[in-house]
């Protein structure tokens, strides 16, 4: 294998398909960037907003092994999962992958009400 060769990535999520090509180890995150697929992050691609999951349905070998810091994010479960982080992940063959839609933070209602203030007598 030359140092040239590109392999093919592969997006795909509610019934549209992102193509594009990448050296061998780029990650999914920089692939999915190159073709405008729907992987989102917060913390620019290094592993700690864990916003940039992706499901692997198959051919999971062409995928680097999980770092320790993926382990630390996901938990080591991607056996029953499928999930990867994109920013953390290289490729390293031919694969499809179906981002999964990010778990934004909610904001809170205040539970507070403001009293009246009352006017000095």
């Known amino acids: 294998m030359s140092d ?3 392999f093919e990535v592969i997006f795909e999520s ?10 061998k180890g780029e990650t999914l995150l920089d692939a999915a960037r190159q073709c405008g697929a ?3 992050t917060l913390c620019n691609g290094i592993g700690a907003c864990v916003q940039c999951r992706v499901r692997v349905d198959q051919d999971e070998a062409h995928l680097s092994e999980p770092s320790a810091l993926e382990k630390d994010r996901m938990g080591n479960i991607f056996h ?9 992940t290289c490729v390293t063959g031919d694969i499809s992958v179906v981002p999964i ?3 934004l933070p909610k904001k809170k209602k205040s539970m507070r009400t403001r009293k009246p203030r009352r006017k000095p007598s």
């Not at 499928?82 to 953390?88: G, I, K, Q, S, V």
């Open 14 to 23: 509610d019934g549209n398909t992102w193509k594009t090509q990448v050296a």
């Open 80 to 88: 029953l999962t499928r999930e990867r982080l994109a920013c953390l």
């Open 38 to 40: 729907p992987v989102y």
């Open 101 to 103: 839609k990010p778990r």
């Open 4 to 6: 040239s060769e590109k």
